[in-house]
């Protein structure tokens, strides 16, 4: 890790487990790390795991092949504890991760680089593999998927990007259940049985939600990332006190848009279903080992759950008694 200057700014945070402490003499670097981080905004009472990040202006040359996970923008290479990564605007991160000791990155981007929404994005990006790789490290794995609670219920909300599950995961909370997030969970197998972890206490929600449900004015919200126009919307906004913060999950329900459904449709998944439908909402790297481990814990969930699908129609939330198909569904 290089050493800091002394002008240097320092940027604390925290993501679950992780402690994270951020340094940079850039202006503009330390506001994209600042929005980031400060997404996570509930901080655990135990975080078992420091990551130092050192942010700098450079032009650095990097060879890379993506052994350990080619996604989008962004190829990564590991060797032992060690990793590279570089993105399309040439930006390149790397880290030295040693158990017990946390982990050490830096990340060099271009001197010439000015931050429109795609280099934003690579940013963000990096920061997101930065916490991924820490949280494996700690035992964790990264689902990108909602989660609604009711009693001794706990339900995974799957869907691809885009695919309603900041609506109904907001929806559900308007209506009394409580949440773990809309967009981002930990998952690890406690005990023989799995067990899910809250990082987030905000929805990713897009304006026109309003229109169902109220959420207020959220136009002048942040925004949660460069690549969406969606609003970062605290949970305590559509229902105080609802935000929970570890569950064990109970069932895997598939949301599927469907323009030919009045209302809302649910039906039984098949068994096999489950694990792949789990799977899609989980990065795996090529890396065998990180691989192998993700797909021990995914395997172990899915036999826990019973999974549904859940067809979504145009108007789905303007009908009234829809709560009713969902909640007989896996009561």
């Known amino acids: 890790m290089a050493i800091a200057a002394a002008n240097s700014r320092r940027i604390a945070g925290a993501c679950g487990p992780l402690s994270i402490t951020v340094t940079t003499d850039d202006p503009a670097l330390a506001h994209i790390a600042s929005a980031y981080f400060d997404l996570y905004s509930r901080r655990w009472t135990a975080m078992s795991r420091h990551v130092e990040v050192h942010l700098v202006r450079a032009g650095v040359a990097a060879l890379e092949c993506g052994n350990y996970l080619r996604c989008g923008r962004m190829q990564v290479d590991r060797r032992g504890a060690h990793y590279l990564a570089v993105t399309r605007c040439s930006f ?17 981007v271009p001197p010439q680089t000015v931050f429109h929404e795609p280099e934003i994005g690579e940013m963000e990006d990096i920061f997101s593999l930065i916490c991924t790789i820490a949280w494996r490290a700690e035992g964790w794995t990264a689902v990108h998927a909602g989660a609604v609670m009711k009693g001794q219920t706990c339900a995974l909300l799957c869907a691809p990007s885009g695919g309603g599950k900041s609506t109904l995961t907001a929806a559900l909370v ?34 026109g939600t309003s229109r169902w449900f109220d959420v207020g004015d959220i136009e002048g919200l942040p925004r949660y990332s460069a690549w969406t126009q969606k609003r970062r919307v605290h949970v305590d906004r559509i229902g105080n006190g609802l935000a929970a913060e570890s569950a064990r999950p109970t069932h895997l329900i598939c ?16 068994d096999a279903a489950v694990l792949p439908a789990l799977l899609r909402q989980i990065v795996i790297p090529s890396d065998r080992e990180a691989a192998r481990s993700i797909l021990q814990t995914a395997i172990s969930c899915a036999r826990t759950m019973q999974g549904l699908q859940l067809e979504i129609g145009d108007d789905a939330y303007a009908r009234s008694g829809w709560l009713d198909a969902i909640e007989d569904a896996i009561a």
Not at 255 to 269: D, F, H, T, W
């Open 92 to 108: 390149v991160a790397l880290g030295t991760c040693n158990d017990g000791r946390g982990d050490r990155w830096i990340v060099a």
């Open 255 to 270: 949301l599927v848009r469907s323009s030919g459904v009045n209302g809302m449709r649910v039906s039984k998944l098949d």
């Open 174 to 207: 308007a209506s009394g259940w409580q949440t773990l997030g809309d967009d981002k969970l930990l998952l690890r197998i406690r005990e023989g049985s799995p067990f899910l972890a809250s990082v987030l206490q905000t929805f990713n929600l897009d304006p």
